[in-house]
C-alpha cells in the first residue's frame, strides 16, 4: 500500500548531516473529527546525526472547536512547533556496505513505515497537543460569557441538579440547628 503522506527520509539517515526540507499543506483528509477552516501549512525539517533523527517545523491553521462553558462553535488559529527527536539504530551505508540507518519504532502509534515519515499522523498529533485544554467565548473563566449570559437555562440541565442539591444540603443543616442538644 502506498501513502501520498510519506516523507521518504532515508538518504537523511544514511549520510548523516545531510538535511530535507520540505513545505507541507495538508487538510488532514483522513481526519474526519478535526474541523479545520485553513488547511494545515508549514515546514518540515529533517536532519541525522548518526544515532538520532531530528525533525523540527513550523505549522498553523484555523479550527473550529467548542466553548467549554457554552458549547458555542469558536474560530481559533492553532499555531504549533516541531521539535522532535527519533533514535536510530545500525550503521549508515554512507560509512560501512554491511548494514544500513533505520528509524527505531517505539511510539505508541507508528510513525514511520520504513525511513519514511508519515506526515500527517505526526502533524494530526502535534496539533491535538497544541489544542487549548478549555477553548472559551471570552477567553477567561473570569469573564462572563458573551453569548451564554442572557440564555435561560433549559429545565432538566445539570445546573438544575446542582440548585437542588445545593437546596437538599441547606434543609439538612437546617435540620441539624433545630435538633435538640
Not at 527520509?9 to 538535511?19: K, S
Not at 548518526?50 to 469558536?74: A, N, Q, Y
Amino acid at each position: 500500500m502506498t501513502r501520498e503522506d510519506l516523507l521518504d527520509l532515508n538518504d537523511v539517515l544514511q549520510y548523516p548531516g545531510r538535511q530535507a526540507a520540505v513545505d507541507v499543506t495538508t487538510e488532514l483528509p483522513d481526519e474526519p473529527d478535526l474541523d479545520l477552516i485553513e488547511p494545515l501549512q508549514g515546514f518540515i525539517e529533517a536532519v541525522s546525526t548518526g544515532s538520532m533523527l531530528l525533525i523540527t517545523g513550523e505549522f498553523k491553521t484555523k479550527v473550529v472547536l467548542p466553548c467549554s462553558r457554552c458549547h458555542e462553535d469558536l474560530e481559533l488559529e492553532i499555531k504549533f512547533e516541531i521539535d522532535e527527536q527519533f533514535s536510530v539504530e545500525g550503521v549508515p551505508s554512507s560509512l560501512t556496505s554491511q548494514d544500513y540507518a533505520r528509524v527505531v519504532a517505539d511510539e505508541p502509534y507508528p510513525l514511520f513505515q520504513e525511513n519514511s515519515l508519515m506526515v500527517e499522523a505526526l502533524l494530526r498529533q502535534m496539533l491535538l497537543l497544541a489544542f487549548p485544554l478549555q477553548p472559551l467565548c471570552s477567553g477567561s473563566w473570569d469573564i462572563p460569557c458573551p453569548t451564554d449570559s442572557g440564555r435561560a437555562v433549559p429545565a432538566g440541565s445539570l445546573r438544575d441538579n446542582f440548585g437542588a442539591l445545593a437546596a437538599l444540603r441547606q434543609k439538612a443543616e437546617l435540620a441539624q440547628e433545630e435538633k435538640p442538644e
